[in-house]
């Protein structure tokens, strides 16, 4: 059986891409505004009925999808194959541009796992924020990029004039490390200013990326300890207290992984675990849909086994739902964000990159996850930041960060020949 968000849904047109964040634009902006930008998508008919308010909300295209809580009203796309793209030019001319949130969602599974670590240190997160911003830049063609890069550029080097101010978030036993890691950063640095003088585009890419990795390095070595403690009800799931890295074989190449367990310790250390036993080896992947998700982890695709069976208890394993919000220090067990009300929050972790790994789990119950797991197949470009139907409604828990162009590859009956952990291993209790 396939556990994910609803019912099988239709392939992701752009517009369709629209539909499914329904629910989300609504609770921010209002019925109003989001059916005036419905009715600038829609070139055809709109049937819009309104039904008591204890009738259950849908979207309808070529399938019904679940939106609980949507708003008093049910609209229906009569013809969803007529829709076109939205120019912000139309938005702007409704009035209903200024309503979008600022700023580019983080699209980039490695950027959003440097942003995830537990540290607090200004100077090394606004050094950051400098040169991940580069690829932004780069966007734009030609040779005008160039001057904001170096202007970039600039700006992170000034973090590094000081470089105590970060070396205080270091523990004692590993300045040394430190140091040599700024070291190396400012010769980074200088090699990206060199490179932006030259307008090589390509240098710059590769440079950025080095930067960047030594960034990660140096804000790794600033976590001591484990951020918070996890409820004594789940003592006796394993949790994952750091990090680890999956390597999952397939017949057309490896994917390298990140597993999160700074932000969703049982979800990661759940995963971790089964990974360690072996189970997901030789597993199909059962669901794979274009622009959407790509799914396995079902022991039993034909039959009533859905999940883990623990070995100790003869029972399934389960695990409740975990997300972690920014601003939070612990995350939110067994309940979604929707219900906790922080629906405008955004997660630590989002389903926001291509490869976002996350855990499914039946549709009504939040917390009957056990071992399904699914990639996100699509970024949205017109999903303005911190706006996804998915958020806060499962708990993402990694990213692919390495051969993620493979999913598109993967088909339904394909297998998982092997997951095997090559790193953090250690950071794995089987229980509290």
Known sequence: MNFFPSSAFPTLSAAAHLMVNLRQIVTRFGSLCTLLLLLLWVDGPVAIALPSPSSAPTVSAASTIPMPSLAPAEIQLDSPSRLTPLAAADLESAGLISFLPPGNAIKDGKALLRYALPIDNKPIRKLQKEIEEISNLLRVAGARPMGSIKRNVKRANLELRRPQRILDSVPSDRQETAETLLAQLETGLANLKTDAEAADRDAIVVERDRVLELVGELETLMISGFPFEIPSEYDHLPRL????????????????????????????????????????????????????????????????????????????????????????????????????????????????????????????????????????????????????????????????????????????????????????????????
């Open 241 to 432: 207290l750091g990090r680890a890295t999956v390597e999952m074989d397939t017949d057309y190449g490896t994917m390298t992984i990140i597993v999160d367990g700074y932000s969703a310790p049982i979800t990661a250390g759940n995963f971790i675990d089964l990974v360690q036993r072996g189970f997901y080896d030789g597993l199909e992947f059962t669901r794979v849909e274009d622009f959407y998700v790509v799914q396995a982890g079902d022991p039993d695709p034909k039959g009533p086994l859905d999940g883990f069976i623990d070995p100790e208890t003869n029972e399934e394993r389960t695990i409740p739902l975990e997300v972690l919000v920014k601003g939070d220090k612990d995350p939110i067990y067994g309940f979604t964000m929707e219900q906790m009300g922080v629906t405008l929050n955004d997660p630590v972790l989002p389903f926001s990159a291509f490869g976002t790994l996350a855990m499914a789990r039946p549709d009504r119950d939040v917390n009957g996850g056990s071992s399904q797991f699914f990639f996100l197949k699509f970024q949205s470009e017109l999903t303005p930041a911190g706006i996804n139907l998915l958020d806060g409604e499962y708990a993402v828990f990694g990213y692919i960060i390495e051969n993620k162009q493979l999913l598109d590859k993967i088909q339904v009956g394909d297998t998982i020949n092997a997951l095997r952990v090559i790193e953090g291993a250690e950071n794995l209790q089987p229980s509290a």
